[in-house]
């Protein structure tokens, strides 16, 4: 899950997709507004979040 304000972070983590994707892992890339219901479905999660000022870009439930 990610979330990005100018795009750097999704191109970062599109970037470790393809990498994963060659190495033959199966990844689904979402924004942080689209979370997942259930994580219990994925061996390992990736976050990644914008830093602007010192703080990051995180905005769950709202």
Partial sequence: MYSSIDGQTQKIC??????LVDAHH?????TIDNQVNDISLYDKVVLASS???????????G
């Fill in 14 to 19: 599109q970037r470790l997709k393809d990498i």
């Fill in 26 to 30: 199966s990844v689904d890339l979402v």
């Fill in 51 to 61: 830093i602007r000022y010192g703080k990051h870009n995180w905005k769950i439930g």
